[in-house]
């Protein structure tokens, strides 16, 4: 799978098969609800959806997986088997709630579960067993408000160090999530901007600061170290490749690893803003972009430890897919 399949594949975001594929379902985000699978093919991995509408095919023959659209072959791999929602790490939703109503995300109508420290312990346990697990990344929604939710995440990653694996967390950030994250023994950190365009960011998150959550990123840098801090940047929710790229430029010169991740209009999200996924076109010119301003600022996308930028499944990944 080169460079240009995988942006296909993400372009299109989904797959069917003829059976049932035992996927793992997602807690997170805008695809939460959903199952999807894992693809490998040559030192690329991409995640797909399942749906049966999907113009990809899944196939297995003679122990290969072939994806196929309109019976052309589009590429061949083996499918991998997540630890807990993607190989190699226990990537875990703690809550399944949220207070806020970011306009792509099913996460808050869906209003999941809140996962007990005991119950994550054993899934954890038991990808340790396994002897694959190389990371731990916590993931939260907000039940009652963000500093009640970094609380209950600071308190699990004390509890988690025992595995003595990186650990990184994404939340919504407070005043003292940085010094406290740190403190508990988090390596890494992840506050989700979801759109760079700051006239945009109102409707896309209605009740949450832009300019708070850049200034967390920011003050996060020097505590976890250039390279180590993230942000997820979703690409087409309405914004121009201009307003991405100077985006792009203001996180990596601060410091800040920008995921450029593909729009997923949810069912559940239908009609409340106007997501168009992007093209493998877009996608291909705006990861190069990332690519070239990441090099302008000396930081390396293979040096994270956590989270999306060492997963890779769900995005062109600078430093590991180009």
Not at 109 to 133: D, H, P, Q, W
Not at 291 to 302: I, N, V
């Given at each position: 799978m ?17 059976q049932?594929?035992s ?18 093919s040559?030192?690329r ?5 399942e749906?049966p ?28 088997e ?8 226990a ?21 999941g579960a809140?996962?007990?420290f005991?119950s ?9 067993a396994?002897?694959r ?8 929604g ?16 004390e ?6 694996v990186?650990?990184g967390?994404s939340?919504?950030p ?8 740190k403190?508990?023994?988090a ?8 759109t760079v365009?700051?006239d945009?960011?109102?409707?896309v998150?209605p ?6 959550i ?5 003050e996060?840098?020097p ?9 997820n ?7 121009s490749?201009r307003t991405l ?18 729009v ?8 409340e ?6 093209g ?21 996308g ?12 769900c995005?062109?990944?600078?430093g590991?897919?180009?």
């Amino acid at each position: 799978m080169d460079l240009e399949t995988k942006a296909y594949l993400l372009s299109v975001g989904s797959v069917r098969h003829g059976q049932h594929l035992s996927g793992e379902r997602s807690t997170a985000g805008p695809g939460a609800g959903g199952h999807s699978i894992f693809f490998r093919s040559g030192n690329r991995l991409v995640r797909l959806a399942e749906d049966p509408t999907s113009p990809l095919l899944l196939e297995r023959l003679e122990g290969e997986a072939i994806l196929s659209c309109e019976g052309r072959e589009v590429a061949r791999g083996t499918l991998v088997e997540p630890l807990c929602h993607c190989p190699d790490q226990a990537y875990i939703t703690v809550c399944e709630r949220c207070i806020y109503n970011c306009k792509f995300c099913a996460v808050p109508i869906l209003c999941g579960a809140v996962k007990s420290f005991a119950s994550i312990e054993e899934m954890i346990t038991r990808a340790a067993a396994t002897g694959r697990l190389k990371a731990i990344s916590l993931t939260s929604g907000v039940e009652v408000s963000p500093e009640g939710e970094v609380d209950r995440v600071v308190q699990l990653v004390e509890r988690l160090g025992c595995f003595r694996v990186p650990i990184g967390v994404s939340v919504c950030p407070t005043k003292r999530s940085n010094q406290l994250l740190k403190a508990a023994g988090a390596c890494e950190v992840k506050y989700n901007l979801e759109t760079v365009d700051r006239d945009l960011f109102p409707r896309v998150c209605p009740g949450l600061s832009f300019e708070e959550i850049m200034e967390a990123l920011c003050e996060a840098v020097p505590i976890f170290g250039r390279g180590h801090v993230f942000s997820n940047v979703i690409v087409g929710l309405g914004e121009s490749d201009r307003t991405l790229m100077e985006g792009i430029d203001e996180l990596a010169e601060a410091g800040i690893l920008p995921t450029l991740r593909p729009v997923y209009p949810h069912p559940l999200r239908r009609g409340e803003l106007d997501m168009v996924r992007p093209g493998p076109e877009r996608l291909l010119r705006l990861a190069r972009y990332a690519k070239r301003a990441l090099d302008r600022s000396g930081l390396r996308g293979d040096s994270a430890l956590t989270m999306c930028y060492r997963c890779t499944g769900c995005d062109l990944v600078p430093g590991r897919d180009l």
